[in-house]
């Protein structure tokens, strides 16, 4: 959802250094990973058509892809942006940033926003490069495109907000945190008239107008006693239901907040490491053993767990009428039921990794491959 017209309004810059950044793994110990549970013959229950598929070259870093309206927008590793009408498969455009890619796409159906390896903000419409302008630091989270205007949020924990047209800077709001952060794409969504960001294990409100902050609520609190075990990074993607969002923190919790008031409304136990999908009654997420689980929207509590797939790497679940939609990093597509997480049907869209999560745009269920496959499916 775009936000509401804004009036321009500049803002103070303060300057600030860029923190010590860090890629953790959950394997970072170097325990060998158990074997993963063998997979089930495929029951074939729900039909599954490919309708498409778009090359572009391959992604290796944390891709978001984007959609607006029917129009998904992607990108490869190299700096190339394409933009596709997901009802027929076709480009509306292709460009380059010009750099290879640290964060994915962010897009409002017509400007579409990307940051670089170099630092650089990269505006793009209709195939060309509007603008760039150099950030303070790296960023791994997908821009978001709204209101004409562009918001980062980069990895030393600040937020800015851009000019669309012009590329000029109208606000930048910073401040101090942990030491370390996820080389992972965090949460940057707008809620109404609300830019909503991920910093630490909170959920803030900000004013997207001036960039002052509205509220606070936090999903997960740092534990531990040193830097590692004290992160809590919001992280992947979330589920929206109304003015009611839902994020994972990172091997710490899975909780939800009321977005007007800012409001915690539960925040629950939870081992994963990337973000969450959902419907109207529940929110979906794959955990670090493999496991899916399924929580109440309403209250938290857990309504089923499959271990189908236990110590499979899993992308985050997309729900899609009756069946959730699921990647895996061997280069599978699953699709199980909602009901409680049962294989309905498998397919293999060119055999290489599924790390980025599928997105729904119209009636179609995209899928982004590591090899730089781009496909269309339509389940019944």
């Not at 670089?116 to 060309?128: H, M, Q």
């Amino acid at each position: 959802m775009n936000f509401k017209r804004l009036m321009p309004e500049s803002a103070a810059l303060r300057a600030g250094s860029a923190l010590v950044l860090a890629a953790l793994l959950a394997a970072c110990s170097g325990t060998p990973k158990p074997k993963p549970e063998e997979l089930p013959a495929n029951p074939a229950l729900l039909g599954v058509r490919q309708a498409w598929s778009v090359r572009i070259p391959a992604v290796g870093f944390p891709l978001t892809a984007d959609v607006s309206g029917d129009t998904v927008t992607v990108a490869g590793s190299d700096g190339t942006v394409v933009a596709i009408d997901a009802r027929a498969g076709r480009e509306t455009w292709r460009a380059n940033a010009g750099a290879p890619l640290a964060a994915g796409v962010g897009s409002d159906g017509s400007m579409a926003a990307v940051v670089t390896t170099n630092n650089e903000l990269v505006a793009i419409e209709n195939g060309k490069v509007l603008w760039k302008q150099k950030l303070s630091a790296q960023a791994f989270t997908a821009p978001l495109v709204a209101g004409r205007r562009v918001f980062v949020q980069t990895a030393d924990r600040s937020v800015s907000a851009w000019d669309g047209q012009s590329g000029r800077r109208l606000w930048l709001q910073q401040r101090a945190g942990e030491n370390l952060v996820l080389r992972k794409s965090g949460v940057l969504i707008a809620v109404g008239d609300t830019l909503v960001a991920g910093l630490g294990g909170r959920l803030v409100g900000i004013n997207p107008a001036n960039g002052t902050s509205r509220w606070e609520a936090p999903i997960a609190a740092p534990r531990g006693t040193n830097d590692v075990e004290r992160l809590v990074d919001l992280t992947g993607s979330v589920s929206r239901f109304g003015d009611t969002v839902c994020a994972r923190a990172y091997y710490a919790s899975v909780g939800c907040v009321e977005t007007v008031r800012g409001a915690l409304v539960w925040s629950k136990p939870a081992a994963g490491s990337d973000g969450v999908g959902g419907d109207q009654g529940f929110i979906y997420g794959t955990e670090s053993d493999g496991s899916i689980t399924a929580w109440r929207r309403a209250d938290g509590e857990r309504a089923w767990q499959s271990t189908r797939f236990k110590n499979r790497d899993l992308t985050s679940p997309l729900a899609v009428g009756r069946s959730l939609v699921i990647g895996e990093s061997t280069g599978s597509l699953h699709f199980v039921s909602r009901e409680d997480g049962a294989l309905l049907n498998r397919v293999t869209p060119d055999g290489s990794a599924i790390t980025v999560p599928p997105v729904l745009a119209g009636n179609t269920v995209v899928i982004v491959t590591a090899n730089g496959g781009v496909f269309g499916y339509r389940p019944e």
